[in-house]
């Protein structure tokens, strides 16, 4: 059953973004997660990371209110104590069919406005994409066709509609997946200026560990349950982390 109180929780103060608290969530006879805690700051970038089968993907779920969990999800902001979370979400990169015809317009369009993709597109219209698209330095992708985008670009035009309206917490699902190593770089610089410019939390799934000591305030490890979490530094180097992806080392 879930339980939602938009205000400011206990122990959290005036600065408190997102908090969960004993989240549980069980799928027939299988323990998905269990007692699951952490909280947000507004402006913090987090880092969600787990071996597979964690269950990070179903706290995500939770989060956007697309999974039943037991427990607590409550959200507050110091200057409107009892506003709604806006949630913007970047699933991980779909395929598209290099020979689609779809534009980077045309996916704008069917997701920004009621106007079918196939009309011709207004000029305000044209001008809300591009403005749009000028957040993750994409204006010169608005007339590229989707299937022909390379994985850090199609990200960015995923990250473009997610800001679309402007959220309070943006939520990625494993963004640097696919993407070259200077994609990497760009889209991670461009999180950092989206969350600082916008004022917004970020917390991502990822696998990529390389870039969290440059870019992440705190990394929660999970494997069902919250094993570690802190900064890059205190999670990366503990003993949780080495046994949690068999790497050796720590206690058995």
Do not use: W
């Not at 697309?66 to 709604?84: K, L, M, N, V, W």
């Amino acid at each position: 059953m879930n339980h939602h109180a938009h205000h400011p929780h206990g122990g959290c103060g005036d600065a408190c973004c997102l908090r969960v608290s004993d989240l549980s969530v069980r799928l027939g006879t299988d323990q998905i997660l269990e007692h699951v805690s952490l909280h947000m700051h507004c402006g913090e970038m987090v880092a969600l990371i787990g071996p597979n089968g964690a269950g990070k993907s179903t706290l995500i779920k939770s989060i956007l209110g697309q999974q039943t969990y037991e427990g607590t999800i409550t959200f507050s902001t110091p200057e409107h104590p009892s506003q709604r979370l806006r949630i913007g979400y970047v699933p991980q990169s779909p395929a598209f069919d290099r020979a689609d015809p779809v534009t980077v317009q045309d996916l704008f369009v069917s997701c920004v406005s009621r106007r079918p993709a196939f009309l011709p597109v207004p000029r305000a219209l044209r001008e809300k994409i591009l403005a749009c698209l000028k957040n993750v330095r994409g204006e010169g992708l608005i007339d590229k066709r989707i299937g022909t985008l390379s994985g850090g670009e199609l990200q960015r035009v995923l990250l473009a509609l997610a800001l679309e309206p402007m959220p309070n917490l943006l939520i990625l699902d494993e963004p640097l997946s696919g993407v070259d190593v200077e994609g990497m770089a760009l889209l991670m610089e461009m999180l950092s200026d989206i969350r600082h410019t916008f004022d917004l939390s970020i917390l991502m799934i990822t696998h990529d560990f390389t870039m969290l000591a440059q870019y992440v305030d705190q990394v929660v490890l999970l494997d069902k349950t919250v094993l570690r979490s802190g900064t890059p530094a205190d999670v990366l180097d503990s003993d949780e982390f080495l046994q949690a992806f068999h790497l050796g080392g720590g206690q058995a």
